[in-house]
């Protein structure tokens, strides 16, 4: 059974920065592609960032040049940080893991994490 705990989440005042990390169990760390998903409130979850098993990485367009997703293949974990935060930025951010097909498509994604609230102040 592969579990995915995020960790970071909270309260920051636009403009600022914040770091979430995501632990993840199993053996299987490294073959797996890695992504960041958001929900906020009346909205549907979004894809946010991935990164997959080779290190590449590809980013939303409304977050791209102000988060960088990363990974420690050591650690069995995955990084997302945070930075010039808006207050469009609120929401619940989700880790997940795909374990064959690496994209922005949800549903590639076979484990999730419970969530972590991000808040961002005006």
């Known amino acids: 059974q592969v579990q995915l705990v995020e960790s970071g989440g909270g309260l920051v005042q636009a403009g600022g920065s914040k770091s979430l990390s995501c632990a993840v169990s199993g053996r299987s760390f490294s073959t797996y592609a890695l992504g960041w998903f958001r929900q906020a409130p009346g909205k549907e979850r979004e894809f946010v960032a991935l990164?997959?098993?080779?290190?590449?990485?590809n980013y939303a367009d409304s977050v791209k040049g102000r988060f960088t997703i990363s990974r420690d293949n050591a650690k069995n974990t995955v990084y997302l940080q945070m930075n010039s935060l808006k207050p469009e930025d609120t929401a619940v951010y989700y880790c997940?893991?795909?374990?064959?097909?690496?994209?922005?498509?949800?549903?590639?994604?076979?484990?999730w994490g419970q969530g972590t609230q991000v808040t961002v102040s005006s």
């Open positions: 990164i997959s098993k080779s290190g590449s990485t």
């Open positions: 997940a893991a795909a374990p064959r097909i690496s994209g922005t498509y949800s549903g590639y994604y076979d484990y």
